[in-house]
């Protein structure tokens, strides 16, 4: 991946670890099979990553460093999913702004954001139609929050997709919560003894 590539020894070097009776120690078949890959796909495999959206966005909607930060963090986090196969760039930027500002201000976790999704999905049509007040009692996260609700009711953002992907990236945050190493290893270990693939 673009934003951390790894050199092909280290990529071999570790595969052999996990894998010895599968993976030789010949780093040219690995760049000969990458190859492979390539010409089997047709080259059609384009991946347009959603980091220039976010950066398009960050003035027009005025995030701040730290948000800018936790939005980009969450858009690398959105790679060890398929979102990027699933949804547009734009989508999974804008979904990522979302999270950041809704996740940030109050810090309770993820089932604030889910609720917050459903609302989102429930409230997006009606906002066009509703002028944004000016209410001093709103902070400056929740005014945030509003302009970007607002700013999503005018554009044409595919607010079912957004929520698809809020959803994949609150699931895979909630996976990560609870994973275990220890754990997945026994119920491997436990797998393998009991398909008889240990001997």
């Known amino acids: 991946m673009e934003e951390c590539p ?3 020894r280290v990529v071999v070097s570790e595969a052999k670890t996990m894998w010895p009776e599968f993976i030789v120690s010949d780093v040219s078949k690995l760049g000969e099979c990458e190859f492979y890959l ?3 796909m047709n080259c059609q495999l384009i991946v347009h990553h959603p980091y220039r959206t976010l950066l398009e966005l960050q003035s027009a909607l005025n995030l701040a460093a730290d948000e800018v930060s936790l939005t980009w963090s969450i858009v690398n986090d959105h790679y060890l999913t398929d979102l990027s196969l699933l949804f547009p ?10 999270l950041a500002l809704v996740l940030k201000p109050s810090h309770t976790g993820l089932q604030a954001a889910a609720n917050t999704v459903a609302a989102l999905a429930n409230a997006a049509q009606s906002v066009k ?7 001093p009692a ?4 929740q005014e945030k929050v509003q302009h970007l609700i607002k700013w999503l009711a005018e554009g044409e953002i595919d607010i079912k997709a957004m929520v698809d992907c809020t959803q994949e990236i609150i699931s895979l945050y909630e ?5 275990s190493e220890k754990t997945c290893k026994e119920q491997i270990a436990r797998f393998v003894k009991a398909r008889g693939l240990d001997k």
């Open 175 to 179: 996976v990560w919560e609870q994973y």
């Open 129 to 135: 139609d509703v002028p944004l007040a000016d209410s």
């Open 38 to 40: 390539i010409s089997e």
């Open 138 to 141: 709103l902070s400056p996260a």
């Open 89 to 98: 760039p734009h989508v999974i930027a804008v979904t990522a702004i979302f």
């Open 6 to 8: 790894q050199h092909i």
